[in-house]
């Protein structure tokens, strides 16, 4: 039998013994055998704190990005291979593509996410902060990447969509990463690793993956480790508390059980489009990978008048899930990961049973298409209902990890806001309303709870990504229960895996280290005009302090007939009395229009492409007819631009710090404006 290998320390090795046999969940019949046993867990963290570790760190955010990228790209390339294995652990096709593409997708996003990071290893975090009054003293926190790796123990129900999502973060980071899928479905993770091995995309030491027991891996953690856990909370809580991780302070992230829930609106009828939308939404949640979902509704609250018309209707689209053979195109609900798995959802199930009622499925027997109940993993959509939900605390805490949800009536809002509450921490919730009153009360009484919240109605049906689907920009993890911990959100992840560091000294100190331009820190003036050079010849810094122009009276009049702009502080001398202006003000866009004037150059053809913006823009000081302003421009920082067409023209942004002072020295306005520059080489 095929004997599935671990990839450490840059090679495949298979560890020492037979091995633990892994099935296919649809049919019973051994798939693999699987052992991490001899491994030295030790120095696999040391390969990938000492190898992939300062191959990542020293890249730069759009390098890694661009690496993300090309992965995505070549794993695109072998989707049947994965899917041909997903189906053994039960998944159907739409299951597997959450699971595959949907992990492919992750990596795509955190690719195009670099652009929001400076072209550096490390990246500023937040406004820097002016701590002195002559401006000479100065702070900026900044990211940089950890010197650790990023262990992360996955669960069974999603073996690629878990590794990637989690490794798009880190990897955008800076940071190597240890995978442990579970052991269950890891055949899978394998094939998906032996691809990214393949491709010789990543760093050498940036991915290893172990097959199989962790062993004595997290004794080997140390603070500039991160570890993630995703799976039931007892053992996340057990491994959470294991002396060394504590004793090192090792960051840890713990996605756990949730008991997510649904709440119809109290305004929502039969006939109406959300009614139908609120049993599509149930359906799909309890039956989608068989309801193995960390984000599944596993809570259904429901105004009490209508309970009963909700069974029917729930009950009535739940028996249109075809159950089988995930091969067999009319299966639409496969089966769950093993038959270990089976009997845990059964005995949870139990647990539920001792203050409600099955009102839709069989704990005993399921009708299949293609498939054998007894020798695979199947069970029956199982909808539960509980009448007592306020005194019933197992229903809130107990998880049962397959095709289960629970219906509960409630009988005014504030008790659906409380029963959900009573779930201790979920990932997500979902209140189908058409009212939106109903659903702010709804997300500020209960947002304390959840991780991420879901108002659905038909405005939004048709594009929403649903209730159970983490998204890669969004946070994806929940309160209490739910492990207290983040995963993905964009930006927000990224900076789990890296070091927080509040740096303090002169502005021209922090310019240096920063690479971006901080306010009060020396310039530097040349002979040549900063618009006339191109992109790789403009250094941070780059200042130029233009000529002077003073402000006329018909400036403003002018200004006025132009733009078509007569607010009466500029044209009216006579209806200024009780306001902050003591004559007609010149315009704001006046003086930004002036300014630009003073600091363009000429006529002369140049690299500056065009202008691309304000950043932002503050007026600081009334400027009136008879001031005298000069604008100090300053480049402030420079990103480069990707070339996605053969013919692009090569460029980047700049952006300059504009600073405009009147005759007194005193600024009267400050802004940050963006120019596109062509780079002197394509
Ligand atoms: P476990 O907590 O047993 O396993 C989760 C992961 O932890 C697996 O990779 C497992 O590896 C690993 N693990 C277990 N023990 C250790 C250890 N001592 N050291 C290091 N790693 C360890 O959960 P299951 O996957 O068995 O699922 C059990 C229940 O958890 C489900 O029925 C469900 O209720 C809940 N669950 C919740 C999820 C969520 O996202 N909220 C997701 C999946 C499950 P191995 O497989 O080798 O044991």
Same mark, same amino acid.
């Given at each position: 039998m095929n004997k599935l290998e671990n990839y450490i320390k840059g090679k495949w090795e298979t560890g020492d013994g037979d091995g633990q046999i892994l099935f296919n969940a649809v049919n019973g019949s051994p798939v693999a055998t699987t052992s991490t046993k001899g491994l030295d867990f030790n120095a696999i963290?040391?390969?990938?704190?000492?190898?992939?570790?300062?191959?990542?760190?020293?890249?730069?955010?759009?390098?890694? /990005?661009?690496?993300?990228?090309?992965?995505?790209?070549?794993?695109?390339?072998?989707?049947?291979?994965?899917?041909?294995?997903?189906?053994?652990?039960?998944?159907?096709?739409?299951?597997?593509?959450?699971?595959?593409?949907? /992990?492919?997708?992750?990596?795509?996003?955190?690719?195009?996410?670099?652009? #929001?990071?400076?072209?550096?290893? $490390? +990246?500023?975090?937040?406004?820097?902060?002016?701590? *002195?009054?002559?401006?000479? $003293?100065? %702070?900026?926190?900044?990211?940089?990447?950890?010197?650790?790796?990023?262990?992360h123990i996955n669960a069974f129900n999603f073996p690629v969509w878990g590794m990637l999502e989690k490794i798009a973060v880190n990897l955008l980071a800076g940071v190597p990463a240890v995978v442990k899928p579970a052991t269950v479905t890891c055949y899978l993770a394998e094939a998906v690793v032996k691809e990214i091995a393949a491709s010789d995309i990543l760093p050498d030491g940036a991915l290893q993956l172990l097959c199989g027991s962790a062993g004595d891996l997290l004794q080997h953690v140390t603070a500039q480790d991160v570890i993630t856990f995703t799976g039931s909370a007892s053992t996340g809580k057990s491994l959470k508390s294991q002396k060394r991780i504590l004793d090192e302070n090792v960051p840890f992230t713990m996605e756990a059980d949730s008991l997510n829930c649904i709440v119809l609106g109290e305004d929502v009828n039969p006939g109406m489009p959300e009614w139908d939308i609120f049993i599509k939404e149930v359906r799909k949640e309890m039956t989608v990978k068989a309801g193995q979902k960390c984000t599944a509704i596993r809570r259904i609250f429901v105004p009490e008048n209508k309970v009963e018309d909700i069974q029917l209707a729930l009950g009535k689209a739940l028996s249109q899930t075809t159950i089988g053979n995930p091969l067999n195109d009319k299966v639409r609900m496969g089966s769950l990961a093993g038959l270990d798995q089976r009997r845990d959802v059964k005995d949870q199930v139990q647990k539920l049973l001792a203050s409600s009622q099955v009102i839709y499925g069989s704990l005993d027997s399921v009708?299949?298409?293609?498939?054998?109940?007894?020798?695979?993993?199947?069970?029956?959509?199982?909808?539960?209902?509980?009448?007592?939900?306020?005194?019933?605390?197992?229903?809130?805490?107990?998880? %049962? $990890? /397959?095709?289960?949800?629970?219906?509960?009536?409630?009988?005014?809002?504030?008790?659906?806001?409380?029963? *959900?509450k009573m779930g201790k921490g979920s990932l997500c919730s979902t209140i189908v309303t058409a009212n939106n009153k109903l659903a702010k009360h709804y997300i500020l009484g209960a947002g304390t709870h959840h991780g991420r919240m879901l108002v659905l109605n038909s405005e939004c049906a048709k594009e929403s990504t649903g209730h159970g689907s983490p998204l890669p920009l969004l946070v994806h993890g929940g309160p209490g229960r739910a492990g207290g911990g983040e995963e993905m959100g964009g930006i927000r992840g990224v900076k789990h895996y890296m !070091?927080?560091?509040?740096?303090?000294?002169?502005?021209?100190?922090?310019?240096?280290?920063?690479?971006?331009? !901080?306010?009060?820190?020396?310039?530097?003036?040349?002979?040549?005009?900063p618009f006339r050079k191109h992109f790789e010849e403009i250094a941070i810094g780059d200042q130029l302090m233009t000529g002077k122009r003073t402000v006329t009276e018909s400036d403003i009049i002018n200004f006025a007939n132009l733009s078509w702009d007569h607010f009466y502080a500029h044209v009216d001398a006579t209806s200024l009395e009780g306001t902050m202006f003591e004559k007609p003000v010149a315009h704001g866009y006046f003086i930004l229009s002036a300014a630009a004037g003073l600091f363009v150059e000429? *006529?002369?053809?140049?690299?500056?492409?065009?202008?691309?913006?304000?950043?932002?823009?503050?007026?600081?000081?009334?400027?009136?007819?008879?001031?005298?302003?000069?604008?100090?421009?300053? +480049? #402030?920082?420079?990103?480069?631009?990707?070339?996605?067409?053969?013919?692009?023209?090569?460029?980047?942004?700049? #952006?300059?710090?504009?600073?405009?002072?009147?005759?007194?020295?005193? !600024?009267?306005?400050?802004?940050?404006?963006?120019?596109?520059?062509?780079?002197?080489? !394509?």
């Open positions: 963290l040391d390969y990938a704190r000492t190898k992939g570790n300062p191959a990542l760190r020293t890249m730069t955010f759009h390098e890694r /990005g661009l690496m993300l990228r090309a992965l995505a790209l070549h794993l695109q390339n072998h989707l049947d291979k994965f899917y041909s294995i997903s189906y053994q652990t039960g998944a159907t096709k739409a299951d597997s593509w959450i699971d595959i593409e949907g /992990g492919i997708g992750n990596l795509f996003s955190y690719a195009s996410l670099r652009r #929001k990071f400076p072209d550096e290893s $490390f +990246c500023l975090d937040g406004e820097p902060h002016p701590l *002195s009054k002559a401006g000479s $003293f100065m %702070a900026q926190h900044l990211l940089v990447p950890k010197e650790g790796v990023a262990i009708e299949l298409i293609d498939a054998d109940a007894d020798k695979g993993a199947f069970i029956s959509p199982l909808l539960l209902l509980n009448e007592k939900p306020l005194y019933s605390p197992a229903v809130h805490e107990v998880e %049962a $990890f /397959g095709p289960v949800s629970t219906l509960m009536p409630y009988n005014s809002l504030e008790e659906a806001i409380h029963l *959900s !070091q927080r560091v509040a740096v303090q000294g002169s502005p021209s100190s922090l310019t240096a280290i920063t690479n971006v331009y !901080q306010q009060g820190a020396k310039g530097y003036e040349d002979m040549v005009h000429n *006529s002369m053809k140049c690299p500056v492409l065009l202008n691309y913006g304000i950043d932002e823009f503050r007026f600081t000081k009334p400027v009136y007819a008879g001031a005298t302003i000069q604008v100090r421009l300053t +480049c #402030k920082e420079k990103k480069t631009q990707d070339i996605k067409e053969e013919n692009d023209v090569a460029k980047g942004i700049v #952006k300059w710090l504009v600073e405009v002072i009147d005759e007194t020295g005193e !600024q009267v306005a400050i802004g940050t404006i963006l120019t596109m520059v062509k780079k002197k080489f !394509q």
